[in-house]
């Protein structure tokens, strides 16, 4: 069992950055890719990005490559996006999760069995 919880979101200008962070509680934490994924008012939740048990390999959607960037530390049970170059479009409710099954793509939602609650990420333009 994983519980995931966000924090880091808020109201900031096109352009600006921000770091999330998403804390996990249990033990099997290392064990887990770990995923940000977003939802926007009225869209689908959409994958962002992902990164492997030890945080030697991460994936990311098109939209956010060479912007954003997931990282992990096992230590602390946290993993990180670092949002940088902010766009109207990156407005949405962040969430992160991890990954329990292994049998389809890392971007696909129905791979993930924890999530946290979300925090909103608003960037004004």
């Known amino acids: 069992q994983v519980q995931l919880v966000e924090s880091g979101g808020g109201l900031v200008q096109a352009g600006g950055s921000l770091r999330l962070s998403c804390a996990a509680s249990g033990r099997t934490f290392s064990s887990h890719a770990m995923g940000w994924f977003r939802q926007a008012p009225g869209k689908e939740r959409e994958f962002v990005a992902v990164i492997n048990w030890s945080g030697g390999s991460t994936y990311y959607a098109d939209s956010v490559k060479g912007r954003f960037t997931i990282s992990r530390d096992n230590a602390k049970n946290t993993v990180y996006l670092q949002m940088n170059s902010l766009k109207s479009d990156d407005t949405a409710i962040y969430y992160c999760?991890?990954?329990?099954?292994?049998?389809?793509?890392?971007?696909?939602?129905?791979?993930?069995?924890?999530w946290g609650q979300g925090t909103q990420v608003t960037v004004s333009s």
């Open positions: 999760a991890a990954r329990i099954l292994y049998s389809g793509s890392y971007y696909s939602a129905p791979e993930y069995g924890y």
